[in-house]
């Protein structure tokens, strides 16, 4: 009895050690659950920081060539890119590591952000990116075109091409790196370069939370090339004749070129003008001269200055100040005659001249006879089409 109840306290010792062995203790679950509470948001925060790294590092390709070329599509669209106009990309260049195939897709890309952003007509030009072969004795020698300037211009004269463009690209593992560079077609002359890193991209600094302003300070002013604009004028007048005023029905055609970023015109104006009474078919008294019942020509050098500031805006009436001087001619009369004007221009082809004239004395000969004296002051009212 007494080794059967020895056996049975040794079995129970034994259980009690083994179950303290595998058993966690209470005083170490806490720390464990404090731990996992602190650690939480830290755990978070690094897979976070994770997720950002690997947006960053694992872009596409073609989604950092959109942003980079977004760039390029910012400045046409604001008419920052100056020789677009009849324009033909010409040669296109890719770093080793790019696929030649891949040349093709730029120059798509590049020719729907100009088509889309811009009036400017692309044209396509296969010879000049044509190869030739020519035998000298036992040799074949096959050349292009690109070093050939002569032939370019001649090409570019029969195909209608006034710019060429070339892009120079360049890729790496740090960033993309594209240059666009136009040139005029028939004097070699650099109208435009600019050269675009993903890096420092407009949407990169906005990734960054960087105000893009800081980097890249706005363009407070936009180059405007020299334009010709044309004009037909519809004038009233009332001006001095022979001895007398008259009511004239005036037509003007108007040819001024646009410059100093379209503040400033200068060109030409020819008035003919003709008498109310003629138009009404009014005989002249015999033995008087008016200037204006038949053959006349006015010739006059006009210069004005725009007064609507750094940019026009098609959607205000403008205004603009304007003088002209020049001479009249009709049959028996040579005289000069000076203007100073004003007019307000409404939408893009439509203006409203106002004008004060003065016509120096000059004499007016009939059959060789002097006929009387013209000289005096003159008032004008017009409507403008602009071209």
Same mark, same amino acid.
């Given at each position: 009895?007494?080794?059967?109840?020895?056996?049975?306290?040794?079995?129970?010792?034994?259980?009690?050690?083994?179950?303290?062995?595998?058993?966690?203790?209470?005083?170490?679950?806490?720390?464990?659950?404090?731990?996992?509470?602190?650690?939480?948001?830290?755990?978070?925060?690094?897979?976070?920081?994770?997720?950002?790294?690997?947006?960053?590092?694992?872009?596409?390709?073609?989604?950092?060539?959109?942003?980079?070329?977004?760039?390029?599509?910012?400045?046409?669209?604001?008419?920052?890119?100056?020789?677009?106009?009849?324009?033909?990309?010409?040669?296109?260049?890719?770093?080793?590591?790019?696929?030649?195939?891949?040349?093709?897709?730029?120059?798509?890309?590049?020719?729907?952000?100009?088509?889309?952003?811009?009036?400017?007509?692309?044209?396509?030009?296969?010879?000049?990116?044509?190869?030739?072969?020519?035998?000298?004795?036992?040799?074949?020698?096959?050349?292009?075109?690109?070093?050939?300037?002569?032939?370019?211009?001649?090409?570019?004269?029969?195909?209608?091409?006034?710019?060429?463009?070339?892009?120079?690209?360049?890729?790496?593992?740090?960033?993309?790196?594209?240059?666009?560079?136009?040139?005029?077609?028939?004097?070699?002359?650099?109208?435009?370069?600019?050269?675009?890193?993903?890096?420092?991209?407009?949407?990169?600094?906005?990734?960054?939370?960087?105000?893009?302003?800081?980097?890249?300070?706005?363009?407070?002013?936009?180059?405007?090339?020299?334009?010709?604009? +044309?004009?037909?004028?519809?004038?009233?007048?009332?001006? !001095?004749?022979? =001895? #007398? %005023?008259? &009511?004239?029905?005036?037509? *003007?055609?108007?040819?001024?070129?646009?410059?100093?970023?379209?503040?400033?015109?200068?060109?030409?104006?020819?008035?003919?003008?003709?008498?109310?009474?003629?138009?009404?078919?009014?005989?002249?008294?015999?033995?008087?001269?008016?200037?204006?019942?038949?053959?006349?020509?006015?010739?006059?050098?006009?210069?004005?200055?725009?007064?609507?500031?750094?940019?026009?805006? +098609?959607?205000?009436?403008?205004?603009?100040?304007?003088? !002209?001087?020049? =001479? #009249? %001619?009709? &049959?028996?009369?040579?005289? *000069?005659?000076?203007?100073?004007?004003?007019?307000?221009?409404?939408?893009?082809?439509?203006?409203?001249?106002?004008?004060?004239?003065?016509?120096?004395?000059?004499?007016?000969?009939?059959?060789?006879?002097?006929?009387?004296?013209?000289?005096?002051?003159?008032?004008?009212?017009?409507?403008?089409?602009?071209?």
């Amino acid at each position: 009895m007494r080794s059967h109840l020895l056996i049975l306290l040794i079995a129970l010792i034994t259980s009690g050690y083994l179950y303290a062995q595998v058993a966690p203790k209470s005083d170490e679950t806490e720390p464990n659950v404090s731990l996992q509470k602190d650690t939480a948001p830290e755990t978070t925060g690094s897979k976070l920081g994770l997720e950002k790294d690997k947006d960053k590092k694992f872009r596409s390709f073609y989604q950092v060539l959109e942003e980079t070329i977004a760039d390029f599509e910012y400045d046409v669209k604001n008419g920052q890119v100056s020789g677009l106009k009849n324009l033909t990309i010409r040669n296109i260049g890719v770093s080793e590591n790019v696929p030649p195939s891949f040349r093709q897709h730029l120059e798509l890309v590049t020719s729907e952000k100009i088509v889309r952003n811009s009036k400017t007509r692309m044209i396509q030009c296969l010879p000049c990116k044509a190869k030739s072969a020519n035998i000298f004795g036992d040799n074949v020698v096959i050349s292009n075109t690109d070093g050939n300037s002569v032939q370019l211009a001649r090409i570019a004269k029969m195909s209608g091409i006034e710019n060429f463009m070339d892009i120079a690209f360049s890729y790496q593992p740090s960033g993309m790196l594209i240059s666009f560079y136009i040139v005029d077609a028939e004097t070699g002359t650099v109208a435009w370069s600019k050269s675009y890193n993903s890096e420092t991209s407009r949407a990169t600094a906005f990734r960054r939370g960087v105000d893009f302003n800081q980097i890249n300070p706005k363009t407070d002013q936009i180059e405007f090339a020299p334009t010709v604009m +044309y004009r037909p004028t519809l004038y009233y007048f009332y001006q !001095a004749n022979v =001895g #007398t %005023y008259s &009511s004239v029905l005036g037509f *003007a055609f108007r040819m001024v070129e646009r410059y100093d970023n379209r503040k400033k015109e200068v060109g030409f104006e020819m008035n003919y003008m003709m008498d109310v009474n003629t138009l009404m078919g009014v005989t002249p008294t015999a033995g008087t001269v008016n200037l204006y019942s038949g053959f006349n020509l006015t010739l006059l050098f006009v210069h004005a200055w725009n007064l609507w500031g750094e940019i026009e805006s +098609y959607n205000k009436a403008r205004n603009s100040l304007f003088i !002209a001087a020049g =001479g #009249t %001619y009709a &049959s028996g009369f040579l005289g *000069a005659i000076g203007r100073i004007g004003y007019e307000w221009r409404f939408g893009k082809h439509w203006a409203v001249p106002v004008s004060l004239g003065y016509r120096p004395p000059a004499t007016a000969f009939l059959s060789g006879t002097s006929a009387g004296s013209v000289s005096g002051i003159e008032i004008g009212l017009g409507v403008s089409a602009m071209f």
